[in-house]
């Protein structure tokens, strides 16, 4: 992190999680967004953000892909990253791991488990939670 606060990039082709996982961050985080893995290894070349957070299954460079183009080149390999995905059944959450994924979220996403696993992967102190009502 380079001042301010952590820089959070997502990625994913469907607008509405994007939207919704902005929502979460967008308080504790500078959040960009990409609308496919192409899109988004781009831009993980122009900002270095702190943690990704990927969907992984995505038309032009799925989550996989992305993952290992990103660990493949030295300005990319050390960011964390996170595979979001709404098939764990037929993706498992151990495979994702062992593959090097730092961390696994099912959607739909969960609002309190997103920020706590951004939270311990970025080292930040926890958030103090918020009411129902400040969503």
Do not use: W
Not at 36 to 62: Q, W, Y
């Amino acid at each position: 992190m380079s001042g301010g606060k952590p820089k959070l990039l997502l990625i994913d082709d469907s607008l509405d999680t994007l939207d919704l996982v902005e929502l979460f961050c967008y308080r504790d985080f500078d959040v960009f967004t990409a609308g496919n893995g192409f899109e988004g290894l781009k831009m993980a070349r122009e900002i270095s953000p702190d943690l990704i957070i990927t969907d992984i299954m995505m038309p032009v460079v799925d989550g996989i892909r992305l993952f290992n183009d990103l660990h493949r080149q030295e300005k990319t390999a050390a960011i964390p990253i996170v595979a979001m995905t709404s098939f764990l059944k037929k993706i498992t959450r151990k495979s994702l791991l062992n593959m090097g994924f730092n961390g696994v979220i099912a959607k739909p996403i969960e609002r309190e488990r997103l920020l706590a696993m951004v939270t311990r992967l970025l080292s930040l102190p926890p958030a103090p939670p918020r009411s129902t009502g400040d969503r």
